[in-house]
């Protein structure tokens, strides 16, 4: 544990001051981003041990009491809120920019504070205000999760683990499919060339990821994004056509599409009524008819006319309930979302 801020110390210090590391050659300070690191509003950087040094090095403000949310300048990058939840744990709240933020990362190495190692990112230290160690791991998830789904029922789980549950196998299969909601799950598309994939997950994705056009091969490698589908955000990856090819880029794409297809949590077929269905390398869990404005098929799960905006949102919701059934997100009792409940 790092030792406590020398009370006389503040007196001392102001906007050039910096915590200076121990003799042993460690940082009496760590810092740890605890908002995803994706951007966003804002981010939250939480900083352990000596924290009134660099408080007051960072802000130029001496003293710093426990519990008031202030707003200030952070060391000239950017202003934000800064609150000293105990005695040694300070979360700083600036914009959440990636810019921003690694400058500000920079300015704490400056200032002798190092990042936070995995004994010191125990949640219970990290979220004192939390009441218990499961609401501390639940706000821990609640950073992490990228699903908008994920929320209401994270919120609920201090409740249900109160109850000092004993989980069942069922439960725990509930979990892991559930954990989804924090761990973007693989989906893979893939079918032949020309049958509407890339124009698909264009419009998925709300912004151009593949290239479309009226020629075969168009897509030579997979491409990929995170995608929202009706509240489960996973990682969509769009695949080279399939077919049999003697252009070696082509034929790599291909063969790096069916190596995909073994590590996804949901595979995908498509085809049009001018294609047949590909050969993948094991049994999709959803077949889509697309294009249906060029023709229709009816041995497909779903079809599609993606330019029209037929059948995209019946797809979302297809991907939802197999990979997180709507049976799970129901269910009153207590999620596993982390493996040290």
């Not at 789980?157 to 196998?169: D, K, S």
């Not at 959803?286 to 059948?311: F, Q, Y």
Request: glycine share 8%; hydrophobic share 40%.
């Amino acid at each position: 544990m790092s030792r406590p801020a020398d009370p006389s110390h503040s007196s001392r210090t102001g906007p050039g001051a910096a915590s200076r590391s121990s003799p042993s050659g460690e940082a009496r300070c760590r810092f740890l981003r605890v908002t995803a690191p994706s951007p966003g509003a804002i981010a939250i950087i939480q900083i352990l041990g000596d924290v009134e040094p660099i408080l007051a090095a960072l802000t130029g403000i001496d003293g710093w009491p426990v519990g008031p949310l202030r707003l200030t300048s952070l060391g000239g990058i950017d202003d934000g809120f800064v609150c000293r939840a105990a005695r040694d744990v300070a979360e700083l709240m600036p914009h959440g920019g990636r810019r921003v933020v690694q400058r500000l990362i920079a300015r704490l190495r400056e200032l002798g504070a190092g990042p936070a190692g995995s004994a010191e990112a125990d949640p219970r230290r990290l979220y004192p205000e939390a009441r218990d160690a499961v609401e501390a791991l639940m706000l821990e998830a609640l950073a992490a999760a990228r699903s908008p789904l994920a929320v209401n029922l994270l919120l609920d789980q201090p409740r249900r683990w109160r109850a000092r549950p004993v989980l069942t196998a069922e439960d725990e299969a509930r979990s892991r499919r559930l954990n989804r909601l924090i761990e973007p799950p693989v989906v893979v598309l893939a079918g032949p060339p020309n049958v509407g994939k890339s124009t698909l997950s264009n419009a998925l994705l709300g912004r151009t990821m593949s290239i479309t056009l009226d020629e075969p091969a168009t897509t030579r490698d997979y491409t990929a994004g995170l995608i929202d589908l009706a509240g489960l955000v996973v990682r969509w990856y769009d695949t080279a056509g399939l077919r049999d090819s003697a252009d070696p880029i082509e034929s790599k794409a291909i063969e790096l599409a069916r190596g995909l297809m073994a590590e996804a949590e949901l595979l995908i077929a498509m085809t049009d009524a001018s294609h047949g269905w590909p050969n993948l390398t094991r049994q999709p869990d959803l077949r889509i008819a697309g294009r249906i404005d060029l023709g229709r098929r009816v041995d497909g799960d779903l079809s599609l006319c993606t330019p029209r905006g037929e059948g995209v949102a019946e797809l979302a919701a297809a991907v939802l309930d197999r990979l997180v059934p709507p049976a799970d997100l129901v269910h009153p009792g207590p999620w596993r979302f982390d493996p040290r409940l």
